[in-house]
């Protein structure tokens, strides 16, 4: 059987030209190395080199042989890469930006993907808004964030992973929900804390505006949750998003009833992050993007 130390052998025999040369190129005796190109040509029944001299000639063999051990040679280091990179994912620490409401999207999910998968790997999930998480990447504070978009993208690689459609839900039937109508509509709404910076927010308000009418929310939250509980006591209504509607399907007071915007809004998530990643955070990222990009099929569905 061909192996890797003679291989090795022979490239730095075919190298240097002699035996002896290889041999302190290796940093071993040259009887080691001439037996392992011996028990080479042995294997394929050729002959690798024409002794003259002092030194070697390589055959016409040697020649056709060398490009095939050089390919095997760099498969085995780059394999070596490979596992190392590994090996760094499974002790590295991940620490990822994310939105408001990912705890509907990715939380517990990602976590128990990474964890199952690399059980060495730290996970630490910060933030409370893509605003708060996009100014830490930028700063160079994470490497990574799940945000919503537009971002201001200069130096940042920004990927997109879902779709949502933000709906008005409360407990009275309803057809598609004009801007006129919204801004009539005694609303809660989340996200207090940030809703000079929120998406949504502003996604909200530009809405109106074009239609010559203001957000003025009668009742202002931080979690979407309890907009959602505020709403089923019939205190007001509000706008989620539907990713959301999905995942708390079992959890909704059932009274609760949601229908279209019109025009439809929708808000984008994506990937957001610097020129470099670890491997650790790469490997974050695939999953989490993996996990959004379903919930956006079944959403659709």
């Known amino acids: 059987m061909t192996t890797l130390h003679q291989l090795r052998c022979f490239l730095s025999t075919f190298e240097h030209g002699s035996f002896t040369a290889a041999a302190t190129a290796l940093g071993y005796a040259q ?11 042995q294997h394929l029944d050729v002959s690798l080199f024409l002794r003259v ?16 051990a050089l390919a095997a ?50 996970v630490e999930l910060i933030g409370q808004n893509s ?8 700063r160079g504070r994470l490497e990574a964030a ?27 039937p309803s057809g598609p929900v004009t801007p006129e109508q919204l801004a009539e ?7 207090v804390s940030w809703r000079e910076e929120d998406a949504t927010r502003r996604t909200l308000t530009s809405t109106l505006q074009a239609a010559g009418r203001v957000l003025r ?10 907009a959602l509980e505020i709403a089923a006591r019939g205190l007001a209504a509000t706008v989620t998003w539907r990713g959301v509607l999905h995942r708390l399907a079992d959890r909704l007071p059932g009274n609760l009833r949601w229908a279209p915007l019109d025009p439809p809004l929708h808000d984008t998530f994506a990937i ?11 490997m974050v990222l695939e999953l989490a993007s993996a996990r959004m990009r379903a919930l956006e099929a079944q959403v659709r569905r």
């Open 31 to 41: 009887p080691s190395v001439s037996e392992q190109v011996r028990l080479l040509e």
């Open 53 to 68: 001299g002092r030194g070697v000639v390589p055959t016409e063999a040697a020649l056709a042989l060398r490009p095939h």
């Open 73 to 122: 040679i760099a498969a085995v280091d780059e394999a070596g890469r490979a596992v190392a990179a590994v090996r760094e994912m499974l002790t590295g620490t991940v620490r990822l930006g994310l939105f408001g409401t990912a705890r509907f999207y990715l939380g517990a999910d990602l976590v128990a993907d990474v964890l199952e998968r690399h059980p060495g790997v730290r």
């Open 131 to 138: 605003a708060e998480v996009l100014d830490h990447v930028r």
């Open 146 to 172: 799940v945000a919503a978009v537009p971002v201001a993208d200069e130096g940042l690689s920004v990927t997109p992973v879902l779709r949502d459609e933000l709906v008005f839900v409360s407990t009275e």
């Open 185 to 191: 509509r005694p609303l809660v709404l989340p996200n």
């Open 217 to 226: 929310p009668r009742v202002e939250v931080e979690d979407p949750e309890m």
């Open 272 to 282: 957001v992050h610097g020129p470099a990643l670890s491997p650790a955070t790469r």
